[in-house]
């Protein structure tokens, strides 16, 4: 049965530049003897045996892929195209590795988005050898305390917003606040934050930790808890976002999280716990 299998390298990537979803994306066909190890083959110098023999139309390295990104009913798909060989006489093809191929790249710079395994190896004598296109899901896995914008996602995976370079801030709102995932700038939630003598509109910094662990196949975003200074107002709600120093229409949101109530600074600091962002492996 086919399956499609993410590399632990793509999912930190998506918190960095390293290989942009809008990038140039390859193709290329391996036998049955390779086995893909989502932990270890993060870049295609990883890759040092397995490819099929280039035959005809089929040259070493494979072919460019589209890869194109879409948001509906706050899911986002990434749909790897149908590709076709023509004329090639390729035999014992038993998947497609995809990786990111920029202009003048070496393979350690190219990135491993996945294996596209066909389930058994496939044949095909002259004519037309297709790979039908495959897409996966990205969605916002959590409970009513957080909430993600849906145009956040769309995003972090066309790299709008890199996390592990943002400048991103914490400020706190108030009860009046209802948490809406079409939130997706700091415009929308000035009218809501908590204003009072010692506090400052817009919040503080937050520092964000970004750990990859293979073990679990995931990619962990930490917001590292922030701690505002003493004041005194009532919060219920903190919001993190990327601040880039102008207007705040253009101060994208990335995770709001509710308190489940009101709670009072009382004239001391105020801490706020951390908070976490998962990007997990999912095989289909």
């Not at 530049?17 to 893909?36: D, K, S």
């Not at 932990?39 to 280039?54: F, L, N, W, Y």
């Not at 798909?77 to 093809?93: D, K, L, M, R």
Request: negative net charge; aromatic residues 12%.
């Amino acid at each position: 049965m086919p399956s499609f299998t993410y590399a632990n390298a793509y999912l930190n990537s998506i918190a960095t530049p390293a290989a942009p979803l809008t990038g140039t994306w390859y193709g290329q066909l391996m036998g049955p003897e390779f086995v893909f190890d989502p932990d270890t083959m993060d870049t295609r110098a990883s890759v040092t045996s397995g490819e099929i023999t280039p035959v005809g139309s089929y040259a070493a390295g494979g072919k460019a892929v589209a890869v194109t990104i879409a948001t509906a009913s706050a899911i986002v798909t990434t749909t790897i195209a149908q590709t076709q060989w023509s004329g090639a006489n390729i035999t014992g093809a038993q998947g497609m590795l995809i990786y990111y191929r920029p202009t003048g790249s070496i393979p350690s710079e190219q990135y491993i988005l996945g294996w596209n395994n066909f389930g058994s190896p496939q044949n095909h004598v002259g004519g037309i050898f297709r790979v039908e296109a495959v897409s996966f899901d990205a969605a916002f896995l959590g409970g009513g305390a957080h909430t993600v914008p849906t145009a956040t996602l769309t995003a972090i995976f066309n790299e709008q917003l890199i996390l592990s370079t943002a400048t991103v801030y914490a400020m706190l709102l108030t009860a009046s606040y209802t948490p809406n995932v079409a939130h997706s700038f700091r415009s929308s939630l000035t009218a809501f934050e908590v204003s009072a003598a010692g506090y400052t509109a817009g919040g503080i910094v937050c520092q964000l930790t970004i750990n990859r662990d293979d073990t679990a196949n995931k990619t962990i975003i930490k917001f590292n808890g922030p701690i505002f200074p003493a004041a005194t107002y009532t919060a219920q709600y903190v919001a993190f976002y990327q601040r880039l120093g102008g207007a705040s229409s253009a101060d994208r949101v990335i995770l709001i999280m509710n308190f489940g109530a009101p709670y009072s600074s009382g004239g001391n600091v105020f801490a706020v716990g951390d908070n976490t962002i998962e990007i997990s492996a999912l095989t289909s």
